[in-house]
């Protein structure tokens, strides 16, 4: 069978949009005012085909359709719903990449990202052995709760709703709702064995 060998690079990319995550401001009103019109005019200064591949993102951050028009997203909630920050002596900026953010999100992913400050890229790297056809999956908490065996289904969840805003269906933690029936079902089966023994 294919397959991806762990540490094998998977692909390299560039940015689609890059701005600056904080901006000199007086107020966080004006700091939000800034990145809008930021995003903006670097949304006007793509070409066709850049724009498209940017307004195809998903965009599932609050606040982020056109009041006028709340079926078309706006420029400023495709990048808050897809942007991931840089690092090294790039570590102030956010940007949105057009194959990394369609990756969804695992509490055991299968693929870690890495930005290249020297080269201007973002590079995906296999993390475990993916077979042809399995789902490509990276962290979006940047391994804010370490070895996510070490943390409850509930609790990676709550993390992820509060951060991200989305209920958490990656395969780990449908093992553990898978789990969580399982140890429900065994004690509704014990209940069931004692009230039917005591009676
Ligand atoms: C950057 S997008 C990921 C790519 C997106 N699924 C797409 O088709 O373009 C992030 C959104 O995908 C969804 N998502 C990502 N990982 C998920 C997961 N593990 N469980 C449920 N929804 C997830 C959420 O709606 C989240 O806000």
Request: proline share 6%; with cysteine; glycine share 10%.
């Amino acid at each position: 069978m294919v397959f991806i060998p762990e540490g094998k690079e998977i692909h390299r990319e560039g940015a689609l949009m890059r701005c600056p995550n904080g901006q000199a401001a007086s107020s966080e009103e004006e700091a939000t005012v800034l990145h809008k019109r930021y995003i903006s005019e670097q949304f006007d200064r793509l070409p066709a085909v850049k724009k498209e591949s940017f307004m195809s993102l998903c965009c599932t951050a609050p606040n982020s359709f056109d009041p006028s028009d709340p079926s078309k997203p706006t420029t400023h909630g495709i990048f808050q719903s897809n942007s991931v920050r840089l690092s090294g002596r790039d570590r102030l900026d956010g940007a949105v990449f057009p194959t990394f953010c369609r990756c969804n999100h695992s509490c055991r992913p299968n693929v870690r990202h890495q930005w290249r400050p020297d080269l201007q890229v973002l590079v995906l790297i296999a993390v475990s052995d993916i077979r042809a056809g399995e789902e490509l999956y990276v962290t979006y908490n940047g391994g804010e709760w370490g070895d996510s065996s070490d943390c409850s289904t509930e609790v990676r969840r709550e993390y992820l709703m509060e951060h991200f805003g989305f209920h958490c269906m990656c395969p780990l933690c449908k093992e553990g709702d898978n789990d969580a029936g399982g140890i429900l079902a065994d004690a509704v089966r014990a209940g069931l064995a004692i009230e039917g023994g005591g009676g």
